[in-house]
């Protein structure tokens, strides 16, 4: 009887809640994020996405037009350096390890990462390019969806870091490279996820401040009924919003650029359940990895930090891993090609 009590009571500590009263209390100090640097500096990382399968963790240095893959285990660093200008995606090619379809100026090209220390320049396949017309867009964050389609947006021309309004698109591309602008008038397309069930995406566009949730069918990847399901600007948190991974109860966790932090979002309420800080202020975009997608990997920036913020900020552009959120993610997508 005393074992099974003791079993109880080490059973209620391990899922962090005593019931009082028919209501739940979450004990407030069994789950303290660990925050710890992983790998760095980079210019610009982003992008990140977990390859669960071999236990790396890919992403991109946009800026230094690296596309990367971390052995976590191996504790190895490969990238391979394009051509064709900045790097805003890397997703793989489903059933080709290694290999990934990336955004790179306005090209979408397929490269092989090569398995060998350092940042290696190579050649590249360019499959289509996009925006043709539209001098200064680029490619930024992309993800595939469950059925293999390519799902991602750019961002307009740049002038003194500010980007121009509504010039840019967001694109669903499918398998036989057959190209549909989804969304237009699009300044800086940003951060994207699914939900668990597949039925719902979530999409930033960072000039909002907003995140929009869209009704998806998986079948025929068409996206309707569009609603805003949380608006920074109606919050404490300022910064602007960036990448975005979820969780297995569909809580969103959005990297907050200038901000110096991720929140985790409840996309049903518009809530702000939980902010994790960072010693950095550009953070970029998060994605769960680790053998039981527990782990938040997070990206972030040192692009164009003065003398003095580098050195009060002696970790911007590293990638870290945030450990003990007590949350799971859901396994990224690759894009069938």
Not at 162 to 169: D, E, L, S, W
Not at 223 to 247: A, E, P
Request: proline share 4%.
């Amino acid at each position: 009887m005393k074992n099974i009590i003791c079993n109880v009571l080490l059973l209620a500590l391990y899922l962090g809640f005593f019931v009082h009263d028919g209501e739940t209390t979450i004990l407030p100090n069994l789950f303290q994020p660990i925050v710890e640097p992983v790998i760095g500096r980079f210019i610009h990382s982003e992008g990140p996405l977990w390859h669960s399968w071999s236990d790396v963790l890919s992403f991109v240095d946009t800026t230094a037009k690296k596309v990367c893959m971390y052995h976590t285990v191996a504790q190895k660093l490969d990238c391979a350096v394009l051509e064709n200008g900045p790097v805003g995606f890397a997703v793989p090619v489903s059933n080709q390890p290694g290999k990934f379809v990336a955004g790179s100026g306005r090209d979408i090209v397929l490269v092989d990462v090569p398995d060998q220390a350092g940042a290696t320049e190579i050649n590249t396949n360019t499959l289509i390019t996009v925006d043709v017309k539209a001098n200064g867009t680029r490619w930024n964050d992309a993800k595939a969806d469950s059925s293999g389609r390519l799902w991602g947006g750019m961002i307009g021309p740049e002038i003194n870091e500010r980007v121009i309004p509504n010039k840019a698109a967001f694109y669903r591309i499918d398998s036989d490279l057959f190209i549909q602008e989804e969304l237009s008038n699009i300044t800086n397309s940003n951060g994207l996820v699914w939900n668990l069930q597949g039925d719902t995406l979530y999409y930033i566009d960072s000039a909002t401040h907003q995140v929009a949730a869209f009704d998806f069918d998986s079948i025929s990847g068409s996206i309707s009924n569009k609603r805003i399901v949380f608006d920074l600007t109606q919050t404490d948190y300022t910064g602007i919003l960036d990448g975005m991974t979820i969780d297995i109860s569909g809580n969103l966790w959005i990297a907050l650029y200038n901000g110096s932090g991720v929140l985790k979002v409840d996309p049903l309420t518009g809530e702000i359940l939980q902010f994790v800080k960072l010693p950095v202020s550009k953070v970029t975009s998060c994605t769960f990895g680790g053998f039981l997608l527990d782990t938040l990997y997070v990206t972030t920036s040192s692009h164009n930090l003065t003398t003095q913020q580098r050195q009060d900020q002696p970790y911007a552009g590293f990638v870290f891993s945030v450990k003990n959120l007590g949350v799971h993610g859901i396994p990224s997508n690759s894009f069938n090609l």
